[in-house]
């Protein structure tokens, strides 16, 4: 695998890459890979000829009071990991490579998107992230770019972006890999105290009772906010069925979504799940 900090690097090898008929797949992450992001990268290694994948810390994403410097970072088991998942290429590049004259003067926003669940508790967050996806995007050029439902509010804003940018990659989204309790993977998880981590998985036990209630014809947002009541250290944000597409109220016989967000002390987590073959209520 070659590893590379240089944007120029990069564009050149996925360039030339596609210039010897290789299809190209990328995966964009912020590091400190866990078995989720593998699950992309070698989602990738079987659908294309050529794996890239993006490790930046991205700090146009991160708040004035959340933990940009406190996230972890460590290139070289994550370069392991990547190139023992299959990737070619691994593109590492510094802030000051993506962005040599300091934060850029021109932003992507995705409106109206970006100022609901998420970007309500995190107003800045998904221009940050459009910002520089769209900056990956334009330097890889063609190619299937694979993002997790992990971050489903974040794959409902990068396909709005793609379309209506009319940008060339076809993104494709990836399940969630959860932990055999049902927490899902995410880096966060290891800033949890042992007894955080224990009533962590009520996240997917409320997303699931949710759905059962949708099924039966109950309110999916009562039964998901009556599991989150339960646990005395859960500090609930939201917990909502939207329109899986659209992330808005659901319409008549569209794909539902819920959603959650809670904090475990000083921990923010996010959990979703997708149902299918249930009327809208
Ligand atoms: P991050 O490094 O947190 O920016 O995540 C990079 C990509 O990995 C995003 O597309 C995430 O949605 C995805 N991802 C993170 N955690 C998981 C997970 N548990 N299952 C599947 N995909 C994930």
Redesign the pocket.
């Known amino acids: 695998m070659e590893l590379t900090p240089s944007s120029s690097t990069f564009q050149k090898m996925l360039a030339a890459a596609r210039g010897s008929g290789l299809g190209v797949g990328l995966?964009?992450?912020?590091?400190?890979l866990?078995?989720?992001?593998i699950?992309?990268i070698e989602r990738a290694r079987e659908e294309c000829d050529a794996v890239a994948v993006s490790l930046f810390v991205n700090p146009l994403q991160f708040g004035p009071a959340e933990d940009f410097d406190a996230y972890p970072r460590d290139l070289e088991r994550d370069a392991e990991k990547a190139a023992q998942a299959g990737a070619d290429c691994l593109f590492a590049p510094a802030a000051a490579e993506m962005f040599p004259d300091g934060p850029p003067a021109t932003t992507v926003r995705v409106e109206a998107l970006s100022s609901i669940l998420e970007g309500a508790a995190r107003p800045t967050h998904f221009e940050g992230v459009c910002t520089v996806v769209t900056k990956l995007l334009s330097l890889s050029g063609h190619c299937r770019a694979?993002?997790?439902?992990?971050?489903y509010q974040?794959?409902v804003i990068v396909r709005r972006l793609v379309a209506d940018l009319s940008i060339d990659v076809v993104i494709v989204a990836?399940?969630?890999?959860?932990e055999p309790d049902g927490l899902?993977?995410?880096?966060r998880n290891a800033r949890l105290t042992p007894a955080e981590r224990e009533v962590a998985p009520v996240l997917y036990r409320a997303l699931s009772v949710g759905a059962e209630a949708l099924s039966t014809g109950a309110d999916g947002e009562t039964a998901m906010g009556s599991v989150l009541a339960t646990e005395p250290l859960v500090d609930a944000d939201y917990a909502v069925v939207r329109d899986a597409e659209t992330l808005g109220e659901p319409r008549e016989g569209a794909s539902l979504r819920l959603l959650v967000a809670a904090r475990f002390g000083s921990v923010r987590l996010i959990d979703n799940l997708g149902v299918t073959g249930v009327e809208t209520p």
């Open positions: 995966v964009p992450t912020m590091g400190a866990h078995a989720g992001h699950s992309l694979y993002f997790g439902e992990k971050d974040q794959l990836c399940p969630i890999v959860r899902a993977l995410s880096s």
